[in-house]
């Protein structure tokens, strides 16, 4: 049966990542991958549940390096979004998740959004007698300068509203290709949305990928042309996503996917011009 990620934890050189599960979504495949027909999917029907649905993982993940201790992405947070006949969204296990990590709010120094949208954002909000703020106390925010700027009209901010305006006295803005933390370099990745980023995590000759949401699940990685709905710029997306898999299929590189079911780590490789993603063996 098919399932969302549980924790775990990997390590890269000195640097743990450990993803922090947040909950999950469910998509009907029309509404998430509008151009694909049953026969496209009869290859992958390890990849639905019963009422043949594609299943999502939602979450976070906390990068404890020698200097610091960083969030990436933070989760949807508690609740659910439910549009019924296309999707449903259920957050709210990302403090326990921390807290399995052996950790609290207040540990984390740095946050990073790969990118504004609300499983990935709102999980930064903190509800307390009736008020809202920001989760981690002590965490210093970045986010891709052009992303924060995507904000500027209030239609990109739809659905994301609270945490913008929780995040505006707090961001701190980085371009792309520069260095997040010595170890973690700022990828720009656009198509998903402009200013979406990926972060490249290196020590020595071992590299991991922060995907964000290059990919929305598994499938895309031997269909990266497959468009997906919440893809704003589809030829960019895809243009993006085989960059990437050309990346991730390079030697010593482990992938890091959001949305993709059984588990979010893996390896990608590649046989004549066919990409395969193997989850990340324990
Ligand atoms: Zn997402």
Request: no cysteine; net charge negative.
């Amino acid at each position: 049966m098919i399932t969302t990620a549980r924790q775990r934890q990997m390590t890269l050189g000195s640097i743990r990542i450990t993803n922090l599960p947040d909950g999950y979504a469910l998509f009907n495949i029309p509404f998430l991958f509008p151009e694909t027909t049953p026969a496209d999917w009869e290859p992958y029907q390890h990849l639905l549940n019963q009422d043949k649905q594609i299943v999502a993982s939602i979450g976070a993940y906390v990068i404890q390096t020698s200097g610091h201790t960083i969030v990436a992405d933070a989760g949807f947070g508690p609740g659910q979004y439910v549009d019924e006949g296309n999707m449903e969204l259920h957050g709210g296990e990302l403090l326990a998740s921390l807290q399995k990590a052996g950790l609290t709010p207040a540990d984390i120094d740095l946050v990073f959004i790969t990118h504004l949208h609300p499983d990935h954002v709102n999980g930064i909000i903190q509800q307390a007698n009736g008020e809202q703020g920001v989760l981690y106390p002590n965490a210093r925010f970045l986010l891709r300068r052009s992303e924060w700027q995507r904000m500027a009209t209030q239609a990109e901010r739809y659905g994301v509203e609270e945490a913008v305006r929780l995040l505006e006295p707090r961001v701190e803005l980085i371009e792309e290709n520069t260095l997040l933390v010595p170890e973690i370099t700022v990828l720009a990745t656009p198509g998903h949305v402009s200013g979406h980023a990926s972060l490249l995590i290196e020590a020595g000759e071992q590299r991991v990928i922060l995907l964000g949401d290059v990919f929305h699940n598994n499938v895309q990685v031997e269909h990266p042309e497959w468009r997906n709905v919440f893809d704003r710029d589809h030829e960019q997306a895809v243009k993006t996503r085989l960059h990437i898999l050309e990346e991730l299929a390079k030697p010593a590189t482990i992938g890091i996917a959001s949305h993709f079911a059984t588990d979010v780590f893996g390896r990608v490789t590649v046989a004549q011009g066919k990409y395969q993603w193997h989850t990340l063996a324990e």
